[in-house]
């Protein structure tokens, strides 16, 4: 006997409801559990679709450090302003990794690696760098925003150049007596010092005094 399709989905969703356990049940909450589950997994799936290459694998550049962010929101623009953020402290953290091991190499190098001073010098100088990192120099080079159930979710990826974290580094040591002092010794530094002369803003010329106001034929005696 042929079953009409009509007759079978109403068949079909019988035995569905006769074989869903009732509420309360341990499993109604193991099918509760598992349906969540299938939704977590989905949603992973979505996000790795979306999610730009540059995400998992910032550019690799000599002239610059590069760290990803990512957030939601239910608003666009605070959506990107959060990931910014964790762009930013992603950042930090590169640039006070690479300037910590930038001095332990020079003060190696010098001879000072031994001197607890000089090295407790510089972490206190790195960690004053930091501050002054996260405040401004970046730039943010790719920019995503893709829909996550109801939500924006906004991928960033921000860029540092790597000649503005030096001349702080530099500018730094030479304002540190210590380590100035310990530092010039050390061929590496002064390489460095070498390298972001082109970088520098060019020096600005201190404006001429005015020049005296020219004597009337009154004021000659």
């Keep these: 006997m042929t079953i ?21 049940t341990p499993a109604y909450a193991a099918a509760q559990q598992e349906r969540w589950q299938e939704r977590q997994s989905e949603a992973v799936k979505g996000t790795m679709a979306d999610m730009p290459d540059w995400y998992l694998a910032p550019p690799a550049d000599d002239g610059a450090i590069y760290a990803p962010g990512t957030a939601t929101s239910s608003d666009l623009q605070l959506a990107v302003d959060k990931a910014v953020i964790g762009a930013k402290r992603a950042l930090a953290d590169r ?23 000089a090295m407790a010098e510089s972490e206190r100088v790195t960690s004053n760098l930091i501050a002054e ?41 030479h304002g540190d007596d210590l380590l100035d002092s310990r ?18 803003p060019p020096a600005v010329p201190p404006p001429a005094p005015p020049a005296p106001p020219a004597k009337s034929a009154g004021d000659q005696t």
């Design 133 to 173: 990192v996260n405040l401004s120099g970046y730039s943010i080079a790719e920019k995503k925003v893709v829909p996550a159930g109801g939500q924006f979710r906004a991928y960033v990826l921000i860029r540092y150049p790597r000649d503005a974290a030096d001349r702080m580094l530099v500018d730094r040591v």
């Design 183 to 200: 530092l010039r010794a050390s061929k590496a530094f002064q390489e460095l010092e070498h390298d972001i002369q082109p970088a520098r």
């Design 4 to 24: 009409p399709r009509a007759g079978l989905a109403v068949l079909l969703a019988l035995g569905a409801c006769a074989e869903a356990p009732p509420p309360g």
């Design 95 to 117: 640039i006070n990794s690479r300037l910590s091991s930038k001095l332990k190499e020079y003060l190696s190098e010098s001879g000072s690696a031994g001197d607890s001073k």
